[in-house]
């Protein structure tokens, strides 16, 4: 298994099964095979997330890790801070395979996972035993078969809660039944304050976002920011993967799912846009959605991103690439005369609106 590993490099995982390459690499990541550079920061890099100290503003997407069997691994591969899951209370196997697609054309990907995961408490005694250093969140989803999805991500909260610096409520997915009707305006009040009193609960508080599809109307977005604002979360993820296929090459587009990668860049930073507009800058926000390089790690935070995330791209480019986007941005801050990131969000809020 090492030998093969170490032979195949990312044009040969591409030859295989886009799940099973995926398994592969988070298995090389867990057997020491994949270089782990180490974290890239610079103090115009570090920068302040909803009280957390990141060393630089480049996180790692959910879903990557989805059993947080690498967090150790993925806190020295050069990302800033990292979210693994999504965790759902119960163990559950997801959608049919083939159920993830490289549409290498578009620098895209299809996915209907579906919360494949251990469950819980499987991945509850993993976060027990991270690192203490590096920031680290967890993903919290909904079972499928759950009579009650809302207070799913409570009960996960309280079990993984602990060993976190962050926790997102995730009612984005486009691959759960219903899920994303709990980004309403009614049933979010009532989902965040179930979730606000359980982080009451819990010795260390995380920080709590929200992640929001790329999906929603203005006025979706205005009730979401009026109802993120009033709970007293820390922050809001924009975006989740999207349903619209526009401008796709590939065979795989017409597949069912949700998109991300290139495509979803433009949309995404747009959603950011507006909520950064409609938030007047008072609620830290998380850019993600088709970032590959520094330049677009950069609009995002001149869209009005404080952090950003990115998974896709990865797939293209390898692991390598949280630690080259995190380089090329402190240039580009250092070029426009910015002595910190913080400086340099929502610089640009006006050109995506
Ligand atoms: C294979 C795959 C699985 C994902 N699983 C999750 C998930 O469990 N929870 C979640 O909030 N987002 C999940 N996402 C969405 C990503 O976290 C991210 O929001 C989205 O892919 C857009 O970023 P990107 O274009 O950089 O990939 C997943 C994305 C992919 C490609």
Known sequence: ???????????????????????????????????TPGVFTTPRLTSKLAGMTL????????????????????????????????????????????????????????????????????????????????????????????????????????????HVDFATVNVSSPNTERLRDLQGKAALELLLAQVMETRKSLPNHPAIFLKIAPDLEIQDLEDIIEVALSSGISGIIATNTTLSRDGLHSAYAAEAGGLSGQPLFEKSTRVLARLSALSGGKLPLIGVG????????????????????????????????????????????????????????????????
């Open 1 to 35: 298994m090492k030998n093969l590993l170490q032979k195949l490099g990312l044009p040969a995982l591409h030859l295989l099964d886009p799940e099973v390459a995926h398994g592969m690499g988070i298995k090389a990541l867990k057997m020491g095979l994949t270089p």
């Open 55 to 162: 060393p630089n503003p480049i996180g790692l997407a959910a879903g990557f890790d989805k059993n947080a069997e690498a967090i150790a691994p993925l806190l020295q591969s050069g990302f800033g801070f990292i979210e693994v899951g999504a965790a759902t209370p119960r163990p559950q196997p997801g959608n049919p395979k083939p159920r993830l697609f490289r549409l290498s054309a578009d620098d895209a990907v299809i996915n209907r996972f579906g919360f494949n995961n251990q469950g819980m408490e499987a991945i509850a005694a993993r976060l027990a035993r991270r690192p203490a250093a590096g920031i680290l969140g967890i993903n919290l989803g909904a079972n499928k078969d759950s009579q009650d999805k809302a207070a799913d991500f409570a009960t996960v909260l309280k079990t993984c809660g602990p």
């Open 290 to 353: 088709g970032i590959g390089s520094g330049a677009q790690a950069y609009a995002k935070i001149q869209a009005g991103a404080c952090a950003v995330q990115l998974y896709s791209a990865m797939v293209y480019k390898g692991i390598g690439l949280a630690r080259e986007i995190a380089k090329e941005l402190d240039t580009l801050l250092a070029r426009d005369g910015f002595a910190s990131t913080a400086e340099a969000v929502g610089t640009k809020q006006k050109e995506w609106l």
